[in-house]
């Protein structure tokens, strides 16, 4: 189900690209998100898409990215909410390890549906009905400390 990468970005240790699967914009990223390079997708997002390419659907692959912080879910929520002020759907696709942890700890699947594929949530986004109600998600495997006082 890959389409044609129709631009892409390297720079501050990160990869970002962008291409349309079945007509829907899937945007990968790939590398290390903190404070010195999550700006760069907001940047990204509006040179390629347009400065209002919230109006629009999305899909946001996270298969390559290996760290998020704060930061990164910041811009997360603040574009969830552009979304849909829009009635548009931003989703998330193929969250890993410590992401796909991170992601559940701060309950953004509550807010942003996320699929395990591009496929999926490309299928999603074309049969959807808004707004997408998210789909279960399972964090994987999580280690759970016990502290005895």
Sequence with gaps: MAGDVTSMWNGKGITLSLERVDGVPVAALAGEFDPDTVG?????LRRNLGPLFFKR?????????????????????????R??????ELV???PVGGVRRVLAVVGLPNLVPV????????GALKGRV????????DAGPVCARVVRA
């Excluded at 760069?40 to 990204?44: C, H, L």
């Excluded at 659907?57 to 909410?81: C, K, M, Q």
């Excluded at 979304?83 to 548009?88: I, N, R």
């Design 40 to 44: 760069e997708v907001d940047r990204f």
């Design 57 to 81: 659907n999305l899909v946001i692959d996270l298969a390559g990215v290996a760290f998020i912080d704060s930061s990164f879910i910041t811009l997360l929520i603040s574009l969830v909410h």
């Design 83 to 88: 979304f849909q002020a829009e009635h548009a």
């Design 92 to 94: 998330l696709a193929r």
């Design 115 to 122: 699929y395990e594929g591009v496929g999926e949530a490309v």
């Design 130 to 137: 808004a707004p997408l109600i998210p789909p279960p998600f």
